[in-house]
């Protein structure tokens, strides 16, 4: 897979807009459409602020927009600020306004997306065979309410449930879909497309129906549940609360032939930690950007926090079916991805590893999620 060349950011001065009328003892204000997408993929986005003194965009995974750094917008005499981005690739996208230093969403987009500690404004690119709106059968996904027993505390998932779901009495395998870092459940149905993507393969008959888990990777501090390590409270509460409450609640085949589990970047680091911890539950295992080495993490001391699972490589074998590592050629976690192959590769811990093109964003993740999906449950 090729990687995308970064488009170049285009500022474009704010077109004359059509005015409101006039509010009482005050101007009329400028009619503003927030965010408009051409047709040759470029985005434009605005805002009504006559009286900031400097607004800047800031974006997710908008090639060209440095994250944080943002892209500085433009103010016309109408006191409309705007910047136009691209052309971009065919996507999903989030992005803020920054007014005077204070983030802000959209006033003009009801369209947001959650993050684990705020929120953006969400904007859609057309133009993807893998997640467009397509006139096909769709599922749904539903906010999913749970108690969790490990971590004393009411917790929430987000659940797919394929193309006539509520209409059959079908049993159905799960993939068990984790999210990264800064991000919460929501983000897998919201800029992942997740249910889309599922709704695409399974119309074209290049994935088995599934069931989708999208539970949450954020964790509460300490004091707030049992005072584990991070990544055993996270494999606690997917194992002893979501996995059996998915299992009560939904029509699901049970069994780890009939399970699958991956993640991104942390959620890639939880998908190692379960695969490890419970080799045995889980027949298909993805690991995607996976933040596994970091800080005085390395190597040595991942192969020594799982030495036991590497010293059972032939049951692990057996016991998964599948297990990918994969990772873009300009990802920061390239190198540790890499690492992590080797440690298995000389345990004898059967795996795949696969470099693409991208980095570590969510263009690439959608064609992960898209290439995976017709290898599971076969």
Do not use: C
């Not at 870092?181 to 993507?197: K, L, M, N, P, Q």
């Not at 009560?248 to 993640?263: C, I």
């Not at 001391?301 to 599948?322: D, H, R, T, W």
């Amino acid at each position: 897979m090729k990687s995308i060349a970064l488009p170049t950011l285009l500022l474009a001065l704010a077109t004359p807009a059509a005015a409101q009328p006039a509010r009482a003892g005050g101007p009329a204000a400028p009619v503003v459409v927030s965010p408009e997408v051409s047709g040759d993929h470029r985005i434009t986005v605005r805002l009504y602020a006559p009286k900031a003194e400097a607004v800047r965009l800031d974006a997710s995974d908008v090639p060209g927009v440095p994250l944080g750094a943002g892209a500085p917008m433009t103010k016309a005499e109408n006191g409309v600020w705007q910047v136009t981005l691209g052309p971009v690739p065919a996507g999903a996208y989030r992005y803020a306004f920054v007014v005077d230093g204070v983030p802000t969403l959209d006033p003009r987009n009801p369209a947001t997306s959650e993050a684990n500690t705020n929120a953006w404004s969400l904007v859609y690119v057309p133009g993807s065979d893998l997640f467009d709106t397509r006139p096909v059968p769709r599922g749904a996904v539903a906010e999913v309410t749970y108690y969790s027993d490990s971590l004393g505390m009411f917790r929430r998932m987000h659940v797919y449930t394929p193309p006539g779901y509520d209409a059959k009495s079908d049993k159905y395998p799960v993939l068990y879909l984790l999210h990264g870092a800064g991000d919460d459940d929501s983000a897998w149905s919201t800029i992942g497309r997740a249910g889309f993507i599922l709704d695409n393969l399974i119309a074209a008959k290049k994935a088995k129906p599934m069931i989708v888990v999208m539970p949450s990777g954020n964790l509460p501090f300490p004091g707030m549940g049992k005072v584990d390590p991070l990544l055993d409270r996270f494999t606690n509460d997917l194992l002893k609360d979501v996995v059996p409450h998915v299992e009560k609640q939904f029509r699901v085949k049970t069994g780890a032939k009939n399970r699958a589990l991956a993640g991104v970047s942390m959620g890639g680091a939880q998908t190692m930690h379960v695969l490890a911890t419970y080799p045995e539950r889980f027949g298909y295992v993805a690991l995607w950007s996976a933040s596994m080495f970091g800080g005085d993490r390395n190597p040595a001391a991942f192969e020594q926090q799982y030495e036991a699972f590497l010293k059972n490589a032939e049951a692990v074998n057996k016991s998964v079916k599948l297990l990918e590592i994969t990772v873009g050629e300009e990802d920061r976690i390239l190198n540790a991805s890499k690492a992590m192959s080797g440690v298995f590769k000389k345990h004898g811990v059967k795996h795949q590893l696969k470099v693409t093109g991208g980095s570590h964003t969510w263009i690439n993740w959608h064609r992960y999620l898209n290439e995976l999906a017709p290898k599971l449950f076969q």
